[in-house]
Every structure is written in structure tokens, then in C-alpha cells.
Antibody, heavy 120, light 107 residues
Framework: QVQLVESGGGVVQPGRSLRLSCAGSGFTFSSYGMHWVRQAPGKGLEWVAVTWYDGSNKYYADSVKGRFTISRDNSKNTLYLQMNTLRAEDTAVYFC?????????????WGQGALVTVSS | EIVLTQSPATLSLSPGERATLSCRASQSINTNLAWYQQRPGQAPRFLISDASNRATGIPVRFSGSGSGTDFTLTISSLEAEDSAVYYCQHRNNWPWTFGQGTKVEIK
């Protein structure tokens, strides 16, 4: 079955950078779009970014545009989120998730999430 | 960006009762809407696509309806395991957004 395992979370100071990774297995990683969705402590879900199956197109939430970069390495079945100029409001659990299709269909399978805490 | 407003914030019902959750979009999104369930301490679970199509393995007591700006998720007969927060989310254009969630409590 589909398995998504996030890594790279932790505590980071405001203004610094962090890179999250998500290893996918149990499906043909290179055939599906991939998303990042986050959830601040005690709050709701916020869609962050998407990359198409081949990495040819990427879209971002307004709150992270210009600071975060989504990428993928299909040879390693791995999704990334490079987060720069981090702010306290970026503190959240970051979920990696598959798209139901190649080009932005719906988010269907989710990982368990990685906690990122931005604090001095 | 499109704003999705969910109501009510909390719904408290007994087992066997019917739950009706609402999601309103700030502009027409046709039927480009999904619903997700998130139980405490768990990742979200995909329930409904295209406003009314149940995802694989989702029980028939879950149903969705609506188009344009007004959408409804109905749980026909609540079970204890349905205690969760439910989110709507659109895919009409970028950026995608989620509603703020409706918490369903089972008495």
C-alpha cells in the first residue's frame, strides 16, 4: 500500500532554512503529482504547494510563495520542501501527500507528518 | 484566492443521528470540491471528490452534494468512529484552500 514518510523536521531559528524530505513507496512515484499541506498546532489544514508528476509545474500558497520551493527526485522516489526565511507562523506539522492524478486532481494519500518549530 | 467557510464550527449529536455539514465558497467552484476527515492525532483521510463521489473504501453513510458555491457533507447515521474534524477543500484554481473545519462530537 501507499507509504509516505516525512523527515527533516525540527527546531529552527527565525530567518533560517530547513529542508523536508518525503520518501514514497508502494506506488509508482513518478506517475503522480505530490503536495505539501501543513497544520499549525491546534489549527486547521493549509495547502502549501504542489508539483506535477514530472516536476514541470509547481504552485504555491500565497503565504509561502518566494520563500518555499517544492521539488522532487523521481529516481529516488522522494519529494522535498526547501523552506527559507522561516517565520514563527511557519510552525506546523507538514504533511506530504499524493495527488490522485498527474496534474493536480485531489489530495488522497497522506503521510503522518513532520513537525517544524520556528523559535529563537 | 477562494475562501471556504464551513458551518457550524461544532456539531454535537448522538449515535444514529444524521449530521449535516456545510461549506460555502466565496465564488463559484462548480463541483471542484473535496471533503476530508481528520480524527485526533491522525493524518487526514480523503472522503469525497467532485462534491459527491465517495473515495475508495468510504462507507455509504457519507455523502456529498452541491455545486457552485454551496456544498453539504451528510453522515446519514453517526457512529462513534465518526468523531473527527471535517474539512472541505477546493481545486478550482491555484492556490487551493481548505475550509476552517467542522468538529463532529458524538454524545
Amino acid at each position: 500500500q501507499v507509504q509516505l514518510v516525512e523527515s527533516g523536521g525540527g527546531v529552527v531559528q527565525p530567518g533560517r532554512s530547513l529542508r523536508l524530505s518525503c520518501a514514497g513507496s508502494g506506488f509508482t512515484f513518478s506517475s503522480y503529482g505530490m503536495h505539501w499541506v501543513r497544520q499549525a498546532p491546534g489549527k486547521g489544514l493549509e495547502w502549501v504547494a504542489v508539483t506535477w508528476y514530472d516536476g514541470s509545474n509547481k504552485y504555491y500558497a500565497d503565504s509561502v510563495k518566494g520563500r518555499f520551493t517544492i521539488s522532487r527526485d523521481n529516481s529516488k522516489n522522494t519529494l522535498y520542501l526547501q523552506m527559507n526565511t522561516l517565520r514563527a507562523e511557519d510552525t506546523a506539522v507538514y504533511f506530504c501527500a499524493t495527488d490522485r492524478g498527474r496534474f493536480g486532481d485531489y489530495v488522497d494519500n497522506w503521510g503522518q507528518g513532520a513537525l517544524v518549530t520556528v523559535s529563537s | 484566492e477562494i475562501v471556504l467557510t464551513q458551518s457550524p464550527a461544532t456539531l454535537s449529536l448522538s449515535p444514529g443521528e444524521r449530521a449535516t455539514l456545510s461549506c460555502r465558497a466565496s465564488q463559484s467552484i462548480n463541483t471542484n470540491l473535496a471533503w476530508y476527515q481528520q480524527r485526533p492525532g491522525q493524518a487526514p483521510r480523503f472522503l469525497i471528490s467532485d462534491a459527491s463521489n465517495r473515495a475508495t473504501g468510504i462507507p455509504v453513510r457519507f455523502s456529498g452534494s452541491g455545486s457552485g458555491t454551496d456544498f453539504t457533507l451528510t453522515i446519514s447515521s453517526l457512529e462513534a468512529e465518526d468523531s473527527a474534524v471535517y474539512y472541505c477543500q477546493h481545486r478550482n484554481n491555484w492556490p487551493w484552500t481548505f475550509g476552517q473545519g467542522t468538529k463532529v462530537e458524538i454524545k
